[in-house]
């Protein structure tokens, strides 16, 4: 399948390339038409040539992307235009640009700004994702880019940018009614088609601004809506590792081991459907040439809803593997990889899980600005945003099946095999109509024995999840800086600010509730056989009417199924087809959303809230001179804050009873900074930005303590009242030779020195002689050694027996001595203006990327030095272009290499992405000075999602997870009055 998709892919690009040179002609013979005789730069190159501008003028270090026509930005989603940017890279989810990372620091040091105001999105996603976010991250697929006319990426600081990024800031501007100073109307729709899902994805926008009053007044209203429907099919195995494997002989000398083996090979199809509405306003007032008020509100809903489907090995229920001659082994560093295995007697599932997701963000942002004279101006910048995530409904039910025999999984199915296993199981049927006629409850001698024997094809229910999830997220901020001109080259700004962040969030599991001796016990276990129930104090008696249970028991396993299908082929005898619980059937007959009860006891690390206020004053001078006769402009100040965070988590008391646990903390930094640029000529200038910054600690290690016993898993979180937060110094040094119009050339070079960082300490430990758990930190990490008591293991621990004495997993977050992070960055700008017509309308934009790190994780007891989470050591965008005024067509492609998703990982060294290449094409062709006819084409090389995990000691590639998604076409019209 991998190969006939390759050649798809490069069917499609190579087909992409030919339309883009065939039209040349059409496009040159449009620009001679007699209503389009004015030669004016317009669309993608003007917007191209107006960024440069920006970067040019900047004394920091930046990028900008500018709309190429009103309410049309170059890319579809507001991640993938940013990706277009030296040292942006993003990571996607069911196909769609999610979060970003800069310069190898991935999302969580990227601060984002709208309309001049911090601002946080979260959403959900499937698990291979991220799941449900619960940091700082920013999730950009919230937001339609129709929304917005301009992207800027601050990759170096001043003391007048807030602090809280090491990575970037990202500001996102919506449109404003004086951008355009007179009457505009501007409408459009695409209808789009997904060549995996065969689905048909509309979109629309919509812009109307006008000025009154003499130019005093000013409103516009924007909107944009899409429509998406997605398949994201392929294969997973939920990590690879030896951990609890079984010892077994591994070669013909009888050497013994346990081998490394996929946790859950599986084949899985995920069907998605999405609705974003994004709307918004502004209003503008300038009462005369000196004043200006600006209110700006953005509204955007994201709602989705993602069922996933999967047929598996239950985790690593093999049975009993076959003769030694079956099976195949292979030397993996210290260990040995099992990537064929044959056995009888193992134990099949099939999931089904459903999802409705909505996240919707809101703000409100007010901008005063005067000049009281020509030397003295002032502004204030008011805002207010939330955002709200919501997964009310996230169900699984699973079937199981024992007693399987002749099962198989083959990952050595040539150079593919380790990404396409080969799944065979044996004698199991699949089909809906092969199941038996009996109900569970048939043949129920005192509750324990059944007619249904394994291998008679007898599916029963194994487990039900209700994992209803909600996160919050707000900010209220105040902002009031002035600007003093004391001459004609010396300017002296300053500034202050203050910012309330607020965070919640809410995660609920199937629990008896609280108040109850079972209240921090997972329910989710349903069924260990066909006919036996696994939990009778949550679910009731089999054998009572009226109990769930007992109607689970008395219906027919054929009543409740469906069967799904792959969309796709897949190797060998793999099946492509098989049963799994239908929910509104299950609704049906069960009433099981109602039936089984939810709460925060099973996952109370997972609840917990968080207030964070932050105080902040800078000052600084900025200066234009010359040094020698060439011209040197910058700044040179300072930024002093103060961070105050009280964070809210939740334990547990032996009757059940949910206690809150407080932590507090805080620190202030001051952050000097300086940037300078000099131009040794007007076509060439040096960049210098030398800064010390700062990034808040993620949210997840600022939880308060708390435990959690979840089936065989039983964890401690610490909090650590004196983390600190990320801390660096940075130097940044360009040269940029702007050597024509639209045209530049330039290298960069960073380094950052991570000063202090924080990671995760994560150990093992029984209970001593009292039943308490003994924490100590290693000496060379910063935090607080504690004592949990048995009393609270116990409460933890519930009615779950033997959980008491076990070994637990006990972390904390804490600051370790950092490391540092180097790079360089090259960008290529040139139109091919200096070519003879119809040439002269082409042009490329390129760069690329190459970052290094070494960091400090706490592997162990040690610290070990390796590279960034997020960080791809290379990375490259490129754009071929053609643009006429009339006609325009591009293709653009990016790169990224692998980089670690996990470090230290829970079953392996690490979990990393495998490298991604990305080709997309876009055209449009002005019909008349009112209509334009548009194209679009996404991910042309059906780039799939690829996930590995690894150990240290040996090259192999053990495959998580490989998806595709497929290509996406958009063909539209689009409007402007």
Not at 279 to 291: E, F
Not at 668 to 690: G, K
């Amino acid at each position: 399948m991998l190969k006939y998709s390759n050649r798809i892919a490069g069917f499609k690009l190579g087909a992409s390339a030919v339309a883009l040179l065939a039209v040349v002609g059409a496009g040159s013979a449009a620009f001679a038409q007699e209503d389009m005789e004015t030669v004016v730069v317009t669309g993608f190159r003007a917007s191209l040539e107006k960024a440069l501008d920006l970067k040019k003028n900047s004394l920091g270090s930046s990028d900008s992307i500018l709309a190429e026509d009103i309410a049309k930005f170059p890319d579809m989603n507001v991640s993938e235009s940013l990706q277009r940017i030296p040292g942006v890279a993003i990571t996607r989810d069911a196909g769609e640009g999610r979060q970003i990372t800069v310069r190898g620091l991935g999302p969580l040091f990227s601060r984002v700004r709208i309309n001049g105001m911090e601002a946080m999105s979260t959403a959900g996603g499937a698990d291979a994702s991220g799941g449900t976010n619960r940091g700082r991250s920013f999730d950009f697929n919230v937001f339609g880019s129709e929304l917005f006319s301009g992207l800027t990426v601050s990759k170096s600081a001043s003391a007048s940018m807030e602090e809280g990024s090491l990575g970037a800031t990202v500001d996102m501007h919506t449109a404003r009614p004086f951008d355009y100073s007179k009457f505009v109307l501007s409408a459009a729709y695409q209808q789009g088609y997904n060549d995996f899902s065969g689905s048909g994805n509309p979109r629309g926008s919509f812009l109307i601004s006008d000025v009154f009053g003499n130019g005093h007044f000013g409103a516009l209203f924007s909107a944009a809506y899409t429509v998406r429907h997605t398949i994201e099919s392929g294969a997973s195995t939920v990590r690879s590792s030896n951990t609890s494997n079984t010892v077994v002989q591994v070669d013909s000398a009888g050497t013994k081991a346990a081998p490394i083996m996929p946790r859950i090979p599986r084949y899985e199809i995920y069907r998605g459907g999405e609705k974003r509405l994004g709307m918004s306003s502004t209003l503008q007032w300038q009462p005369d040439d000196v004043s200006l008020v600006t209110l700006s509100a953005l509204f955007s809903d994201f709602a989705s809803q993602r069922e996933e489907t999967q047929l598996e090995i239950q985790s690593q229920k093999y049975g009993t593997p076959t003769k030694f001659a079956d099976q195949v082994y292979v030397p993996a560093g210290s260990r040995y990889w099992q990537p064929l295995l044959k056995s009888n007697g193992a134990a099949l599932r099939t999931e089904h899980r459903l999802d409705q997701l909505d996240t919707r963000f809101m703000q409100v942002t007010l901008e005063a600005n005067h000049s009281f004279t020509d030397k003295f101006k002032a502004n204030l910048h008011v805002g207010w945003s939330e955002s709200h995530h919501r997964n009310p409904l996230q169900d699984y039910i699973m079937l199981d099946l024992a007693g399987v025999n002749n099962y198989s999984y083959d990952f050595t199915n040539g150079a593919y095999g380790n990404w396409n296993p080969t799944l065979t199981y044996g004698t199991a049927q699949f089909d809906v109509s092969s199941l038996p006629t009996t109900t569970p409850a048939d043949g129920i001698t005192s509750g324990k024995t059944t007619n249904c024997t394994a291998g008679a094809n007898c599916w029963y229910v194994s487990s039900f999840r209700r994992r209803p999830q909600y996160n919050y997220n707000s900010f209220r901020s105040i902002s009031t800086d002035f600007e003093y001109a004391a001459t004609n080259f010396f300017t002296v700004t300053g500034g202050f600010d203050f910012k309330n962040y607020g965070f919640r969030t809410q995660s609920l599991r199937m629990s008896t509730g609280e108040g109850t001796a079972s209240a921090g016990t997972s329910q989710e276990a349903y069924s260990n056989g066909y006919g036996t129930i696994a939990s009778p104090g949550y679910y009731g008696s089999a054998t009572t009417s009226g109990t769930f249970a007992y109607a689970v028991q008395h219906t027919k396993i054929s009543d409740i199924a469906t069967m799904v299908n792959l969309p796709y082929k897949v190797p060998g005898a793999t099946p492509t087809s098989w049963l799994v619980a239908d929910f509104g059937k299950a609704q049906d007959l069960w009433n099981y959303q109602n039936l089984l009860s939810v709460g925060p006891g099973p996952d109370l690390g997972n609840n917990r809230s968080l207030r964070e206020n932050d105080y902040g004053g800078w000052f600084q001078a900025a200066w234009t001179t010359e040094l020698y006769g060439m011209p040197l402009r910058g700044d040179v100040g300072g930024r002093y804050v103060n961070t105050q965070v009280r964070a809210v988590a939740y334990g547990l008391t032996p009757t059940g009873t949910f206690v809150p646990t407080e932590s507090s903390t805080g620190y202030h930094d001051f952050l000097p900074s300086f940037n300078a640029v000099l131009e040794p000529s007007e076509e060439f200038l040096v960049r210098l930005n030398m800064a010390q910054v700062m990034s808040r600690p993620d949210l997840g290690s600022l939880a308060g303590d708390y435990l959690s016993v979840s089936g065989s898993s039983r964890s401690v979180n610490i909090a650590n009242s004196s983390l600190k937060p990320f801390r660096a110094n940075t130097v940044d040094l360009a040269f940029e030779w702007y050597y024509g119009k639209g045209a530049m050339l330039s290298v960069a070079g960073f380094y950052k020195k991570l000063g202090t960082f924080i990671s995760s300490y994560k150990t093992n430990l029984l209970p001593d002689a009292s039943g308490n758990i003994n924490f100590t930190l290693p000496s060379y990490v910063t935090g607080v050694n504690k004592v949990i008591s048995a009393a609270n293991l116990q409460a933890a621990c519930g009615a779950t027996a033997g959980c008491t004495n076990a070994s637990w997993s006990v972390t904390e977050s804490i600051n370790t001595p950092g490391g540092s992070l180097d790079g360089v960055e090259v960008n290529w700008q040139q139109p091919f203006s200096f070519l003879p017509a119809p040439f002269n309308n082409f042009g490329t934009t390129a760069n690329a990327t190459w970052v290094e790190s070494s960091v400090c994780y706490i592997i162990g007891t040690s610290c070990t030095y390796r590279a960034l989470n997020n960080q791809s050591r290379n990375s490259y965008n490129t754009t071929l272009y053609y643009d006429d005024t009339v006609f325009q067509a591009r293709v653009s492609a990016s790169y990224r290499s692998h980089y670690f998703m996990s470090l230290p990982a829970q079953y392996n060294d690490y979990e990393a992405s495998d490298d991604t290449f990305n080709v997309d094409a876009s055209a449009s062709y002005k019909v008349n000075d009112h209509i334009m006819v548009t194209f679009d084409a996404l991910n042309l090389t059906n780039q799939h999602q690829k996930q590995y995990t690894g150990y240290f000691d040996s090259s192999n590639k053990y495959m998580y997870v490989n998806h595709m998604t497929g290509t996406d076409y958009y063909l539209g019209i689009k409007y402007d009055f």
